[in-house]
């Protein structure tokens, strides 16, 4: 698949923004729980390199975490979301009306809810657990690729191409692969670029509603309110999550390439 | 139409099936004995005791069998007896009727405001082109890139705190109204004002807009005779569908300005482990989701015949 400059654009912000969390992480002495109250709200200097913040914590330590966790999130929705949705897409059409009829019962149970209200109730059930936030945006997320992987699946498996291949004898396994990938390969993949740019955001506003990660963990969202009260003192604090968010869904919107 | 609607109907049933039964759940494995934890939320963390417990555990009949419990639960539903909040005490129906006219509020003055503004830069960027065109569509897309979220805290540290045009949060007054429903309608407006123009575009190309105008219509004439009615059918249509996401955006917003709506309400009642308004707000964001995604179909319907129903 070649790139647009537009998507490699994203591609480069996205991994500049994981090299960050990668080495901040392995290489920042400081732990993100780590307090110092004789340095708290020091702007970035040789020992901190983006500050400290209301604990004295370093904010290296805590945006690399931050950073860190976001992705982790992101992409193990992605991951899993996109194969689960895209083989039940698959499934549904090639195994017949009965597993057809009995996916779309479960999917119009999902699209019955709004997205974000799901994600909230699944939040309540275990607060601040990342596994039950991983399991709740995979959940929302798996349906779209349904749908787009159903319907392109519907006219290829007709088109004739497949069906001379089925005649030749090729097994399941190769039919899809030469015939079925190709086609849904493109959708699936700007799907996920916006689903990763989804899964982040969600995160983050679940943590600035306070319902998502619990401190002392770092948490994008969840900075922003903790930091919120020193915008005065501190702004640079304060712009540091905001501007990191926005920064890694630009950068997965950008890699998408098409508009929404 | 009439599939159209049995299938809502279908579809209202499952969201209030849903909520209940998950809500349900949620109730029951939340950790920890939940006569201690609502008697907490009750009368403060220190005055907890076992006496306290058992009053709350007698109050609501927490010793019942699960299916039996289940059962109740579901059929209060249907009654639409939603039941107590078990913080404050007061039937959660009245907070939910109180914050859902107030989201509705919220969110009817942010798709007002955001349509005001992305008619116009849409026809704008249609009519004129580049560069103003590309201005237009990369600030869009930064404005897009920036979660409805941090858009507020901008909003509340400049117009509110730093200049101190805007009361920072609560409600009551127009200017209480002022930044919460802008924030909404700029994020909304980065997207549709990109469907405006692209609807626009697309008309004033076509070969009927071309020929009204070399028949001699003035360019005025042209656009409202051949031009509005064409350029409205898709806009129409996709402020309907944003009208229904905005649900997840209003979440954000209405807890970021303490707006006592529907959002607000959900958020702190996860918070606050208050699971008869955590469903009541559930179900009243889902019925409403299910009531407004079928009134766009039925626009939309009403609008282009012929886009026939799937």
């Known amino acids: ?260 | 139409m009439k599939a159209l609607l049995l299938k809502r109907l279908l579809q209202l049933i499952t969201v209030v099936w849903g909520v209940g039964t998950l809500t349900f759940v949620l109730m029951r494995s939340l950790p920890g004995d939940m006569a201690y934890r609502i008697a907490a939320s009750r009368y403060g963390q220190d005055n907890v005791n076992s006496e306290a417990a058992a009053l709350v555990r007698e109050e609501l009949g927490l010793n019942q069998h699960p299916l039996e419990a289940y059962w109740h639960w579901l059929t209060d539903l249907l009654q639409f007896n939603l039941g107590n909040s078990m913080v404050s005490g007061l039937p959660v129906i009245e907070s939910v009727q109180h914050m859902l006219g107030h989201s509705m509020l919220l969110a009817f003055a942010g798709l007002m405001v955001s349509i005001l503004i992305a008619i116009p830069l849409g026809l704008l960027s249609a009519w004129r082109g580049n560069p103003l065109d590309s201005v237009l569509m990369g600030l869009s897309s930064a404005i897009r890139a920036i979660p409805v979220f941090v858009i507020g805290v901008l909003f509340v540290l400049l117009f509110a705190l730093h200049w101190g045009w805007f009361p920072v949060a609560g409600y009551g007054s127009f200017a209480h109204l002022v930044l919460p429903s802008v924030t909404l309608a700029l994020s909304l407006a980065a997207v549709s004002n990109r469907v405006v123009r692209d609807a626009a575009k697309q008309t004033f190309r076509a070969a009927f807009y071309q020929f009204s105008k070399v028949k001699g219509l003035s360019a005025w004439q042209t656009f409202h005779r051949h031009g509005v009615r064409n350029i409205a059918v898709p806009v129409v249509a996709f402020f309907g569908i944003q009208l229904v996401s905005m649900i997840e955006g209003i979440v954000m917003i209405e807890s970021l300005f303490s707006w006592p709506g529907i959002g607000h309400g959900l958020a702190h009642a996860i918070f606050a482990r208050d699971i008869p308004v955590i469903q009541g707000a559930a179900l009243a964001m889902g019925v409403v989701f299910v009531v407004l995604n079928t009134l766009v179909d039925l626009l939309c319907l009403w609008i282009d015949p012929r886009g026939v129903e799937q």
């Open chain 1, 1 to 260: 698949m070649t790139l647009r400059t537009s998507q490699w654009v994203g591609l480069s912000l996205l991994l500049g923004l994981l090299l960050f969390s990668l080495l901040g992480i392995t290489l920042s002495p400081y732990s993100i729980s780590q307090q110092d109250l004789n340095a708290i709200l020091v702007p970035p200097n040789s020992d901190h390199w983006l500050g400290t913040d209301h604990f004295g914590r370093s904010m290296l330590s805590r945006m690399a975490h931050a950073i860190g966790l976001s992705f982790a999130l992101g992409i193990l929705c992605v991951v899993t979301s996109a194969f689960l949705g895209a083989a039940l897409g698959v499934t549904a059409v090639w195994a017949g009306k009965r597993v057809d009829q009995a996916l779309a019962i479960v999917v119009n149970i999902l699209l019955a809810l709004p997205g974000l209200v799901i994600v909230l109730l699944f939040a309540a059930i275990a607060p601040g657990s990342f596994w039950v936030l991983y399991i709740a945006i995979s959940l929302v997320q798996w349906v779209e690729y349904f749908r787009v992987t159903r319907a392109i699946t519907q006219g290829v498996i007709q088109s004739p191409a497949r069906q001379s291949s089925n005649m030749m004898g090729f097994g399941i396994w190769y039919q899809f692969r030469r015939h079925i990938w190709p086609a849904i390969a493109p959708s699936v993949f700007t799907l996920a670029a916006f689903g990763g740019a989804n899964a982040i955001l969600t995160m983050a506003s679940l943590g600035f509603v306070y319902v998502g990660i619990q401190p002392p963990l770092a948490e994008l969202g969840l900075m922003a309110v903790e930091l919120f009260p020193f915008y005065s003192e501190a702004p640079w604090l304060l712009a540091q999550p905001l501007v990191v968010i926005a920064l890694m869904v630009f950068g997965f919107h950008l890699l998408a390439g098409k508009r929404a």
